[in-house]
């Protein structure tokens, strides 16, 4: 069946078949998220999943990546979920990983033969939005998932062997909160140690509850110099083993990719040429979401 619009996927899935097993988000509260505003959170039926799976794989029948949409994929329970992927893995043969977005308590409230089971089954990488590693900043914007479920999600499914890709929206804090936002985020992200690390830049969307706060003042939005700033100063805390970091999303200013640690002072010295107006920077009307 087509998919259901609008959806969202990291930018390393770009090539991946993408199989919708729900449509929408079980939290939708996000006060910066305008992905599902207007899209009901919905679990498809097996009998449509297995259909969408026969149909693309009668097309591309080597595929080697799948990537679950859309928000909340995890959120079904294995019972739901393992035959889906045993489909996946039987009608594309040359398959080697399996992703999905993740909520923090959609790891953590599995047992650990349940996750060994998923990656079993070949789901191999989860994408968790920490956005924020400070409480403070995720309870003003509704986030269901707290700081504390997400890092033990993180070392949770590494303990199975799935593979974390952690995202933090530069910006999140506002000017009020930017200095907490910066700190706490550092701590978390070294609680972590996750496998991929992306930064994107909070773009304001119509329609969200952070826009009518923008619009009525009560949050400040940073500018291109203070969201480098904030890259600059949370690459400068971390302390990361063996962590590949990318700012390849379109909504940043600055495109840096390599690896932790031996790429640290590379990005914080290209942090401070473009800081300084040395380096160019991505013109506003190229970022995007």
Do not use: W
Request: glycine share 6%.
């Amino acid at each position: 069946m087509p998919i259901i619009q609008p959806v969202i996927r990291p930018p390393s899935e770009a090539d991946s078949f993408l199989l919708q097993v729900t449509t929408g988000c079980s939290a939708n509260s996000c006060t910066f998220c305008g992905a599902y505003l207007n899209k009901p959170f919905k679990v498809k039926s097996f009998d449509e999943i297995t259909r969408d799976i026969e149909h693309h794989a009668r097309r591309h029948p080597g595929t080697r990546r799948v990537f679950l949409m859309d928000g909340d994929a995890l959120v079904l329970q294995n019972e739901r979920l393992i035959p889906v992927l045993q489909i996946l893995n039987k009608a594309l043969p040359q398959l080697n990983r399996v992703s999905s977005y993740a909520n923090g308590y959609n790891i953590i409230g599995r047992s650990l033969s349940e996750l060994s089971e998923l990656y079993d089954n070949r789901l191999r990488l989860i994408y968790i939005g920490l956005e924020s590693g400070a409480q403070s900043v995720l309870d003003r914007c509704l986030k269901r998932s707290t700081v504390q479920e997400m890092v033990a999600a993180v070392q949770y499914a590494a303990a199975a062997h799935i593979k974390s890709s952690v995202i933090v929206l530069l910006g999140l804090g506002g000017r009020a909160y930017s200095d907490v936002h910066v700190r706490e985020t550092i701590t978390a992200l070294n609680q972590m140690q996750p496998r991929y690390l992306s930064f994107l830049s909070l773009m304001v969307i119509p329609g969200t509850q952070l826009h009518r706060d923008v619009m009525s003042g009560e949050f400040n939005e940073l500018n291109a110099q203070e969201l480098l700033q904030e890259m600059h100063d949370i690459i400068e805390g971390l302390e990361l083993s063996g962590t590949i970091f990318r700012t390849d999303h379109a909504s940043n200013y600055l495109p840096l990719e390599g690896r932790f640690p031996q790429d640290k002072q590379r990005f914080l010295d290209s942090l401070k040429g473009a800081i300084s107006g040395k380096i160019s920077l991505r013109p506003d009307m190229f970022r995007g979401l």
